[in-house]
C-alpha cells in the first residue's frame, strides 16, 4: 500500500474536526441552558417546544448515521477497516451492538466526531496512512452538521426571534445571539458546500474570496426567510405549525418528483426526502440531476411569494403601537436583504465560482460549473488512485453540480460498492 496515493487529510482537517466536537458539545450546553432560563421563567410551552427541536434533531441525525453504517457495511474492506483499531469504541465482535445501543442512546452523532478525531490523529501520527477513510468519515461528519442547522438550529432561532418580537423587548446578548445563530447557519452552509466541492477532480479550490461571497448570499437568504417566519409567528403564533404542514408536503412531493437517490434504501430515501422538505423551508439546495437553473427560480419565485404573505399578515395583524418604533424598517429591510442575498448569488456564479480544468487529454479548456453544467470528469481522485468514495456525496455532489447524468460518476459509484477503503 502507497499511502502516498491517498487524498490528503490534513492536520488543519483534523483541528477543524476537533473544533466540530467542541462547537457541538457547546451548542448541546447552550441549548439546554435556553431550555432552563425558558422554565424558570414559567414559560413552559416554550420550553417544550425548544426542547422538541432538540429531540427531533437528534432523532433524526442517528437514523441517518444508522442507515449509513448499515449501508458501509457491504462496503468491501470497510468492516474491517472500522474494527481495526481506526475509531474509538468501534472495534470487537459486538461493535455493531454497541453502535445500534449508542444511537439508541442518542450517542451516535458524538461518537462519529470522536471516531473522526481518532481516525485523523492516527493519519497524522503515521504521515498519511489511512487518510482515505478520515476524509470518508469527514464527509459524512460535513452532511450531518447540515442536516442539524436546518433541523435544530434554524428553527430554534426562529423561536428565539418569535419570544423577542413577542415580548418587545431584548437584551443585547440576545441580539448577539441571534447573529451569531444567523452566521452560524449561513457558514455551515459554506462548510458544506466546500466538502462536497472535494469530490470534484482537477478543480479550481473554492477561495477565502469565494467562500466569503457564497457565505454573503446564503446569509441574506437565510436571514430574511427566518425573519418573516418569526413575524408571522408572532401576530399568528397558532397559525405557523399550519403554515409549515401546508408547505413541508409541497417540498416532500417535489423532492420525490425529482428521484433524489441519495440514500441506498427506500426507508432511508423517505427520511432523506422528508428532512429535504424541511431544509427547503428555510434555504435552498439542489438534490437531483436536471436543470438546476430552472429549479432554483421555482423555488425563490415561491419563497418570496410565500415570504410577502407572511409580512402582509404580519403588517395587517400587529400592533401598531408597539411595534412603531420597528415595523416599517423591517418590513423595508428583509424584502431588500433577500433581494440583495439573490444579486450576490449572481455575482457569486459569475465572477467568483471556482471553475474545473478538463483533463489533459480533452484539452486544456476552462470549464464554469454551476449548479447546471456538467463536469466531464470522473469524481474524487485528486491526483491519487481510485481506492475508495464515499458514495452518498460522491452521488449528491454529481447531483449538485450536474445537469445531465455523469457516467463518471456513476461508474465509479459502482465501483466504489466493492472498493476496498485500504
Known amino acids: 500500500m502507497n499511502c502516498a496515493t491517498f487524498p490528503k487529510y490534513s492536520l488543519l482537517d ?7 466536537v467542541c462547537t457541538f ?24 417546544v425548544f426542547v422538541g427541536f432538540m429531540l427531533l434533531s437528534s432523532v433524526v441525525l442517528q437514523l441517518f448515521s444508522w442507515f449509513w453504517l448499515q449501508y458501509d457495511r457491504d462496503l468491501k474492506g470497510f468492516e474491517s477497516q ?17 453502535l445500534l445501543f449508542l444511537h439508541v442512546c442518542q450517542l451516535g452523532f458524538f461518537i462519529r466526531h470522536i471516531s473522526a478525531i481518532w481516525q485523523g490523529f492516527r493519519v497524522w501520527w503515521r504521515k498519511g496512512c489511512g487518510s482515505e477513510y478520515a476524509v470518508y468519515l469527514t464527509h459524512d461528519l460535513s452532511m450531518l452538521r447540515l442536516i442539524e442547522t436546518f433541523c435544530e438550529s434554524a428553527p430554534q432561532l426562529t423561536l428565539m426571534m418569535y419570544i423577542m418580537l413577542r415580548s418587545n423587548h431584548a437584551r443585547l446578548v440576545q441580539y448577539v445571539s441571534v447573529g451569531a445563530s444567523t452566521t452560524s447557519i449561513a457558514w455551515m452552509v459554506v462548510d458544506y458546500h466546500r466538502s462536497l466541492r472535494s469530490f470534484l477532480p482537477d478543480k ?17 437568504l437565510i436571514g430574511p426567510r427566518v425573519a418573516s417566519v418569526a413575524l408571522f409567528a408572532s401576530v399568528l403564533p397558532c397559525f405557523i405549525a399550519a403554515h409549515f404542514l401546508l408547505l413541508w408536503p409541497i417540498f416532500v412531493i417535489w423532492a420525490w418528483r425529482q428521484g433524489t437517490d441519495f440514500m441506498d434504501s427506500p426507508a432511508g430515501e423517505r427520511l ?25 427560480l421555482i423555488y425563490h419565485m415561491f419563497i418570496i411569494a410565500d415570504t410577502s404573505i407572511l409580512l402582509t399578515t404580519w403588517w395587517l395583524y400587529r400592533d401598531a403601537e408597539m411595534t412603531q418604533s420597528y415595523a416599517f424598517s423591517l418590513i423595508l429591510s428583509i424584502p431588500l ?11 457569486y456564479y459569475c465572477c467568483f465560482h471556482p471553475k474545473l480544468w478538463w483533463p489533459a487529454d480533452l484539452g486544456k479548456a476552462t470549464y464554469d460549473v454551476t449548479d447546471g453544467v456538467e463536469p466531464p470528469v470522473d469524481v474524487q481522485v485528486d491526483g491519487a488512485s481510485f481506492h475508495t468514495i464515499n458514495k452518498r456525496m460522491g452521488r449528491h455532489a454529481a447531483n449538485f453540480y450536474t445537469t445531465n447524468t455523469s457516467s463518471a460518476v456513476k461508474t465509479n459509484e459502482c465501483v466504489a460498492t466493492n472498493a476496498s477503503v485500504l
Open 82 to 98: 472500522a474494527s481495526a483499531g481506526n475509531a474509538v469504541l468501534f472495534s470487537g465482535a459486538k461493535r455493531v451492538n454497541l
Open 337 to 347: 436583504c433577500y433581494v440583495l442575498g439573490l444579486l450576490i448569488k449572481v455575482l
Open 272 to 296: 432523506y426526502r422528508a428532512t429535504i422538505g424541511l431544509i427547503w423551508y428555510f434555504s435552498w439546495f439542489n438534490v437531483a440531476e436536471g436543470d438546476t437553473r430552472d429549479r432554483s
Open 204 to 220: 479550481d479550490k473554492q477561495g477565502w474570496l469565494s467562500s466569503v461571497v457564497y457565505f454573503f448570499w446564503n446569509l441574506f
Open 14 to 20: 483534523w483541528f477543524f474536526t476537533l473544533i466540530g
Open 25 to 48: 458539545l457547546f451548542d448541546v450546553g447552550s441549548d439546554l441552558w435556553v431550555a432552563r432560563e425558558l422554565y424558570t421563567r414559567g414559560e413552559l410551552m416554550w420550553c417544550g
